[in-house]
């Protein structure tokens, strides 16, 4: 079992910056890789970036240049940092750990951008 609980979410200006954190707990070890994903309302979930476990890391076109995934392993924590934000880029972010069997899923955390 993998536990996730993000946090860093809020309400920001556009052109704004944000910090989302992603904390692991349970049986990391498991994890091959942990990735943000958003949803906005009446929207399908999607992609935000990704992180392997040897570090490797992949984003959606739509942030690319604005967002950085890095991760601290020491504290098993995964951090997603969001600059220029715009507000299409606002919605509940859920953080996701990949292991061989399952998929594991966070609460989400709320990020809104206002124009």
């Known amino acids: 079992q993998v536990q996730l609980v993000e946090s860093g979410g809020g309400l920001v200006q556009a052109g704004g910056s944000l910090r989302l954190s992603c904390a692991a707990s349970g049986s990391t070890f498991r994890i091959n890789a942990i990735g943000w994903y958003r949803q906005a309302p009446g929207k399908q979930r999607e992609l935000v970036a990704t992180?392997?476990?040897?570090?490797?890391?992949n984003y959606a076109d739509s942030v690319k240049g604005r967002a950085t995934i890095s991760r601290d392993s020491a504290k098993n924590t995964v951090y997603l940092q969001m600059n220029s934000l715009k507000p299409e880029d606002t919605a509940v972010y859920y953080c996701?750990?990949?292991?061989?069997?399952?998929?594991?899923w966070g609460q989400g955390t709320q990020v809104t951008v206002s124009s």
């Open positions: 992180i392997s476990s040897g570090g490797s890391t």
């Open positions: 996701n750990a990949e292991t061989a069997l399952y998929y594991y």
